[in-house]
């Protein structure tokens, strides 16, 4: 016999158990893809943070393709990834029996505001794309490109959009005030601090958007869209300028950047400031700017070169010795984070050189990207393991620096 308290903890377990049940039923539905109108025209809006910012126009009562939905927005396909609307305007429609599009392996810059079209003769307005937009492309004519703008597949003529010079990533090493009275003066891996200003104010000026590794992995990985004017800064090595004079600036910016450290250097904190040597980061300049820098692997103790044959350690050493070099370097700045998961997922390699084996090695190991020192811009579609970098020298001027951005140097 079930007692009065018995039948009440039965009651109140089966309750929990349909409430998880119809928890995770609509957890399920959210993230199903599903037909939908608005029942207004209305904006399309990318989420940076807690800013909303314009992209896309969508039509009202056209069929649209709802990928995800939250309490203050219903998310449409986009390119590669999706845009928010207000949820209160999204209506069920009709399923849609057309294949969802493919992800667009190739992307464009839209010029202008676009108006796209479902037809390349006819066909009604799917809406607008706002200028200055990296479009992932999922096919191509003699006069259109062809892209998702919210699961319909929908046409631009060629003549508004322009090639993508690809992202740029910028490589830098050591700051110092005046490079003429160091040791550093013919050291092209050194710069003055008032030529980085310049560079950090020209992209404020020009509204560059700095991102961090995991984005452009995200956007490689064709999960992510990108705008025009996209830029990851790095720094090599891990010098104790980054704290001095990159990251104020960087700050004052509301900039991100990367620096990827040689872990073997990582004291517990860096040596009082001089400019007349290279003097590395510690565990505490490490906690203090990781609000800017995002800490990543340039190796452990294989930033080096053999003796005699000058060759790189890394690129001579076995697969057991780059994976145990590799363990070492996240073990080294976990230290800053009370040995938690210091999340180093990517790599530049040191003096830029690599190999098969290493590439194999570092991927097996969880390093989901790699930057060399040949220069260039990121493309979709290029090697992971071989990313391209644009280098910035004493020798570069400004109009040099807008160059590398754009690609053209």
Same mark, same amino acid.
């Given at each position: 016999?079930?007692?009065?308290?018995?039948?009440?903890?039965?009651?109140? @377990?089966?309750?929990? &158990?349909?409430?998880?049940?119809?928890?995770?039923?609509?957890?399920?539905?959210?993230?199903? @893809?599903?037909?939908?109108?608005?029942?207004?025209?209305?904006?399309?809006?990318?989420?940076?943070?807690? +800013?909303?910012?314009?992209? !896309?126009?969508?039509?009202?009562?056209?069929?649209?393709?709802?990928?995800?939905?939250?309490?203050?927005?219903?998310?449409?396909?986009?390119? *590669?990834?999706?845009?928010?609307?207000?949820?209160?305007?999204?209506?069920?429609?009709?399923? @849609?029996?057309?294949?969802?599009?493919?992800?667009?392996?190739?992307?464009?810059?839209?010029?202008?505001?676009?108006?796209?079209?479902?037809?390349?003769?006819?066909?009604?307005?799917?809406?607008?794309?706002?200028?200055?937009?990296?479009?992932?492309?999922?096919?191509?004519?003699?006069?259109?490109?062809?892209? *998702?703008?919210?699961?319909?597949?929908?046409?631009?003529?060629?003549?508004?959009?322009?090639?993508?010079?690809?992202?740029?990533?910028?490589?830098?090493?050591?700051?110092?005030?005046?490079?003429?009275?160091?040791?550093?003066?013919?050291?092209?891996?050194?710069?003055?601090? !008032?030529?980085?200003? +310049?560079?950090?104010?020209?992209?404020?000026?020009?509204?560059?958007?700095?991102?961090?590794p995991e984005d452009l992995d995200n956007w490689l990985m064709l999960r992510k869209n990108m705008t025009e004017k996209t830029v990851l800064i790095t720094f090599d090595d891990g010098l104790?300028?980054?704290?001095?004079?990159?990251?104020?600036?960087?700050?004052? *910016?509301? &900039?991100? !950047?990367?620096?990827?450290?040689?872990?073997?250097?990582?004291?517990?904190?860096?040596?009082?400031?001089?400019? +007349?040597?290279?003097?590395?980061?510690?565990?505490?300049?490490?906690?203090?700017?990781?609000?800017?820098?995002? &800490?990543?692997?340039?190796?452990?103790?294989?930033?080096?070169?053999?003796?005699?044959?000058?060759?790189?350690?890394?690129?001579?050493?076995?697969?057991?010795?780059?994976? !145990?070099?590799?363990?070492?370097?996240? &073990? +080294?700045?976990?230290?800053?984070?009370?040995?938690?998961?210091?999340?180093?997922?990517?790599?530049?390699?040191?003096?830029?050189?690599?190999?098969?084996?290493?590439?194999?090695?570092?991927?097996?190991?969880?390093?989901?990207?790699?930057f060399t020192t040949n220069p260039g811009n990121v493309k979709l579609g290029d090697h992971r393991y071989e990313l391209k970098r644009q280098g910035i020298s004493p020798s570069h001027s400004?109009?040099?620096?807008?160059?590398?951005?754009?690609?053209?140097?």
């Open positions: 016999m079930f007692t009065k308290k018995s039948w009440s903890i039965l009651w109140t @377990s089966l309750l929990v &158990f349909f409430l998880v049940i119809v928890s995770q039923s609509s957890a399920e539905a959210a993230t199903q @893809s599903s037909t939908v109108t608005l029942s207004n025209s209305t904006g399309g809006y990318s989420i940076e943070g807690d +800013q909303l910012i314009g992209t !896309a126009t969508f039509m009202k009562g056209v069929p649209y393709e709802l990928v995800a939905q939250d309490e203050k927005y219903g998310y449409l396909s986009f390119g *590669n990834d999706k845009l928010a609307v207000p949820i209160h305007i999204v209506q069920p429609a009709a399923p @849609s029996k057309d294949k969802p599009l493919p992800k667009g392996r190739t992307t464009v810059i839209t010029k202008s505001r676009v108006s796209v079209a479902s037809a390349l003769r006819g066909g009604y307005r799917v809406g607008y794309i706002n200028p200055g937009q990296r479009l992932p492309i999922i096919a191509e004519t003699k006069t259109h490109v062809q892209v *998702n703008l919210g699961g319909v597949r929908g046409f631009i003529p060629k003549t508004v959009v322009t090639g993508d010079p690809g992202i740029p990533v910028l490589m830098y090493h050591q700051i110092v005030e005046n490079r003429a009275t160091t040791p550093f003066a013919n050291n092209n891996m050194v710069i003055d601090l !008032a030529p980085f200003q +310049q560079q950090m104010d020209y992209l404020k000026k020009n509204g560059w958007k700095t991102i961090t104790l300028s980054l704290q001095k004079y990159a990251y104020p600036l960087l700050a004052k *910016n509301e &900039f991100k !950047a990367t620096s990827f450290l040689i872990t073997s250097r990582i004291k517990q904190q860096a040596q009082p400031w001089d400019d +007349q040597a290279f003097q590395y980061v510690g565990l505490k300049e490490i906690r203090e700017t990781v609000d800017v820098f995002s &800490f990543q692997h340039h190796t452990h103790g294989l930033h080096l070169r053999r003796p005699g044959t000058r060759e790189p350690y890394l690129t001579t050493s076995t697969p057991e010795q780059i994976k !145990a070099d590799i363990d070492l370097g996240r &073990f +080294q700045v976990s230290k800053a984070f009370d040995m938690a998961d210091p999340n180093i997922r990517y790599m530049a390699y040191p003096f830029g050189q690599f190999n098969e084996t290493v590439k194999k090695v570092i991927s097996a190991s969880g390093i989901r990207m790699a400004l109009k040099d620096f807008e160059n590398k951005l754009y690609g053209a140097y």
